[in-house]
């Protein structure tokens, strides 16, 4: 439903009357609509970086080839450009690869503490910045039956907005708890948080809460999106909690359907 809102206001500035239109959006209709933002926000996410591109490429073939002091800088823009529009369009593939009917996950049984734990030490042997990085893991195996690279990928967006987002001197928290019926992944910085009414938008394709600073930061704005819906397609959920100012926690789960000694119930 969308509502329409009309003030029936007289000349003499009372307002006597309020109309409201009900509107049924059907289900077909929310499609298109969705469709047409996307493909709208596409068009702008590519042509940004295109005319960034054109414009250098322009002054270079100008005269400022030969400047040995600018040449440089220019070209490395338009290669930052290019590999930005590489990296977007890698992630609309794989999106819309999810969209199509014939998407199957690849799965198999693991050990998703080990796994979970393997990632964190990629991230921790790699990292340009000064963030500790504090575990609280379980210390038996948690088997699981997953798509190892789909849910790989997922920690590795989050991890990856976790440190992007932590001021240098902040920490990051992973913890893994097991319920009965499911595995809950915790991964909280100490990073800049996100305002409460932009929290449930950061899962949505091209969403980005600060549009110049994400982008700067070479992000796309599909991270989330995609981790979404892999998420989805493993049976689980995932959701964020945020304070402004003291950090941003991202939250997954994933069903655990085997019993103790891994065999499956
Ligand atoms: P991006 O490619 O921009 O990182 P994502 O889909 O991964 O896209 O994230 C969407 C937006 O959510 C980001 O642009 C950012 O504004 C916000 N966000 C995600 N994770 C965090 C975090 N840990 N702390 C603060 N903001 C975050």
């Known amino acids: 439903w969308r509502a329409n809102f009309s003030v029936i206001q007289k000349e003499t500035g009372f307002v006597n009357g309020l109309i409201t239109v009900l509107h049924d959006i059907t289900e077909q209709e929310k499609i298109e609509m969705e469709r047409r933002e996307f493909v709208s926000n596409v068009s702008h996410e590519l042509r940004t970086p295109l005319t960034t591109m054109r414009s250098y490429l322009e002054a270079l073939a100008e005269g400022a080839w030969k400047d040995e002091n600018i040449a440089p800088t220019f070209l490395n823009v338009t290669r930052t450009e290019t590999e930005r529009m590489i990296r977007l369009v890698t992630d609309l593939l794989q999106l819309s690869r999810m969209d199509s009917r014939e998407y199957e996950l690849n799965t198999d049984f693991v050990d998703f503490v080990k796994m ?5 030490n990629r991230f921790e042997m790699s990292k340009s910045k000064n963030v500790e ?3 609280e893991l379980p210390h038996t195996p948690i088997y699981l ?3 190892t690279d789909k849910i790989t990928q997922v920690i590795d967006n989050i991890i990856s907005n976790a440190l992007k987002y932590s001021p240098d ?3 990051i928290h992973f913890k893994l708890n097991l319920s009965e019926d499911e595995v809950v992944v915790e991964i909280k910085d100490t990073g800049m948080g996100i305002p ?4 449930d938008h950061i899962f949505d394709r091209f969403y980005r809460v600060d549009k110049a600073r ?5 992000g796309t704005g599909l991270g989330l999106a995609i981790s979404k819906e ?5 049976g689980g959920r995932i959701w964020a909690e945020s304070v402004e100012g003291k950090g941003t926690s991202v939250f997954f789960t994933l069903p655990n359907n085997a019993d103790e000694d891994g065999e499956w119930e």
């Open 116 to 120: 979970f734990d393997r990632i964190i």
């Open 133 to 135: 990085f504090i575990r």
């Open 145 to 147: 039956e997953i798509d």
């Open 169 to 171: 001197g902040g920490s």
């Open 196 to 199: 409460p009414k932009n929290l």
């Open 214 to 218: 994400a982008r700067s930061m070479g």
């Open 230 to 234: 892999m998420i989805n397609a493993h």
